[in-house]
């Protein structure tokens, strides 16, 4: 499996993917909003670009289909609860489906609800698995809920999903957003050491050779993952001092994604 993750440089920070079979040179486009970049870049590769799939039915995520269909011919795969907000899906997948590019790539879809309710995640099966995780996961954060998700199913998408993955999973989200989440991990948590070394190495990065995290680093430095530190609890009760000396991890997560939203 061949990842090339392309930079749009665009307002909203998106990455968008493609993955390759080196046997067939086939192409899976991973929300290819920058149909243009995605186009040329499987044309310098001589890849061919027989699959899309979106994550979910956001904007920034769809736009590029059309385009990328008309140029491509290719199929539309998304989330099956999504064929009524994405126009023109061939493939609606749910839990445990598994996406084929070429002869030798294997995705396996993940339900992740909570950004949305029809969000699909990938996890590759390599011997170090990757993670396409669009708007659920990103570095150093999670995805909001503020067009049509909710906070509770995000959790539970972290808890019963997320949480089970192995530490060497590769994490490829749909923005870059590393530096400012990391701000917020340090509001949150001060004396959380990794995440000011790694904000002082990659505050200017280039987004296009970004960081690609593993899921190791994001339990050390991902506020969201860190649902019983005692120093992230100790700043939360300042905010709400109503959840107590000890809290459940249910009440931490959304009171944090409730300071995210405004943050």
């Not at 243009?36 to 956001?58: P, S, V, Y």
């Not at 126009?87 to 339900?111: F, T």
Request: glycine share 8%.
């Amino acid at each position: 499996m061949i990842v090339e993750q392309v930079w749009t440089g665009n307002a909203y920070r998106n990455f968008n993917y493609l993955i390759a079979c080196p046997e067939t040179g086939d192409a899976l486009a991973i929300d290819p909003l920058d149909y243009e970049k995605c186009l040329a870049a499987a044309k310098d590769h001589g890849w061919t670009i027989t699959q899309i799939l979106n994550t979910h039915e956001h904007g920034d995520h769809t736009g590029g289909n059309k385009a990328m269909v008309k140029a491509t011919g290719a199929k539309i795969i998304a989330h099956v609860n999504a064929a009524n907000s994405i126009p023109n899906m061939d493939r609606g997948v749910g839990a445990g489906d598994i996406v084929s590019v070429g002869k030798s790539v294997e995705l396996e879809c993940l339900d992740t609800p909570g950004h949305t309710m029809s969000h699909i995640c990938l996890l590759s099966h390599t011997d170090q698995p990757a993670f396409f995780s669009g708007d659920t996961l990103f570095n150093a954060g999670a995805g909001n809920c503020h067009h049509g998700g909710h906070p509770s199913e995000l959790y539970e998408t972290f808890s019963n999903q997320l949480e089970r993955l192995p530490d060497d999973t590769l994490i490829y989200p749909g923005h870059d957003y590393l530096v400012n989440n990391l701000k917020f991990t340090l509001d949150r948590e001060p004396d959380n050491t990794v995440a000011a070394d790694m904000i002082a190495k990659y505050e200017d990065q280039d987004p296009d050779d970004a960081l690609v995290t593993t899921l190791a680093q994001e339990r050390q430095v991902n506020t969201f993952f860190r649902l019983q530190s005692a120093s992230v609890i100790a700043r939360l009760r300042e905010s709400f001092p109503e959840i107590g000396d000890d809290p459940d991890p249910r009440t931490v997560f959304l009171k944090l994604r409730e300071l995210r939203n405004r943050w």
